[in-house]
């Protein structure tokens, strides 16, 4: 069956590292999305791509990027951790010109 | 400034009883999403509103849309245990660019 996956699942790391969250779908959508879930805030959309080589800034990019070489993945690297980027990421994706988006697992982020 | 505010942010119902949540957004829009969340979970796509007037059903939960007052509901009908979980609302435009998602309420149902 298609499905979106992301990993890791759990993430400790340290102020100041880099990293890089996977997300992987098999459905071959051309639009995928990654957002962040902290309390009280319901999700924010952090970066968003409607195909390879397309990449956009969306509400909350600050401190993050993506890149898409192809149409299965987009990570999410976070060039040097910071406290307030500990939070719960999920990545989406959709068929282009599509009202649903499909959810990811989510990864769980903490940095310290 | 785009917002989209959720109220109540908590429910807690007793089995059996109506309710209704309720969103609130500040630009147009044509599309409005309703998602459930179960803890520790990701989300679950309930709803999807196209146009003004558009109302859906499924089971226990019915979504509507008012595009005039930049309203969406989402009515509950005698509540059950297995409907407790967060209740998410979205607006969002045709790629989905601009998504905005409301704070979410945390329903509870008891017995």
């Known amino acids: 069956d298609a499905e979106i996956t992301q990993s890791p699942r759990h993430k400790i790391t340290e102020t100041g590292r880099q990293v890089t969250l996977a997300c992987h779908q098999t459905?071959?959508?051309?639009?995928m999305f990654w957002y962040r879930q902290d309390l009280g805030h319901g999700l924010r959309l952090i970066h968003y791509?409607?195909?390879?080589?397309?990449?956009n800034k969306g509400e909350v990019s600050d401190g993050y990027s993506v890149s898409r070489s192809n149409t299965e993945d987009l990570p999410l690297t976070l060039e040097s951790a910071a406290s307030s980027q500990t939070s719960v990421y999920f990545c989406?994706?959709?068929?282009?010109?599509?009202?649903?988006?499909?959810f990811g697992p989510g990864t769980r982020l903490t940095v310290t | 400034e785009l917002k989209v505010e959720q109220n109540p942010l908590f429910l807690s119902m007793q089995e059996g009883k109506n309710y209704t949540i309720y969103c609130n957004y500040s630009?147009?829009?044509?599309?409005l999403y309703w998602y459930r969340q179960d803890p520790g979970k990701s989300l679950e796509s309930l709803f999807v509103?196209?146009?003004?007037?558009a109302v859906k059903q499924e089971g226990r939960l019915m979504a509507s849309l008012d595009t005039k007052a930049r309203l969406s509901t989402l009515h509950i009908t005698a509540a059950v245990h297995d409907l407790s979980a967060t209740y998410f609302c979205?607006?969002?435009?045709?790629?989905?660019?601009?998504?905005?998602f409301g704070a979410g309420t945390r329903l509870t149902v008891k017995p």
């Open positions: 979205a607006r969002g435009g045709p790629n989905n660019n601009d998504m905005r």
């Open positions: 509103l196209l146009s003004n007037g």
């Open positions: 459905w071959n959508h051309n639009n």
């Open positions: 989406a994706s959709s068929v282009a010109g599509s009202s649903e988006q499909y």
């Open positions: 630009t147009t829009s044509d599309r």
């Open positions: 791509s409607y195909g390879v080589q397309d990449t």
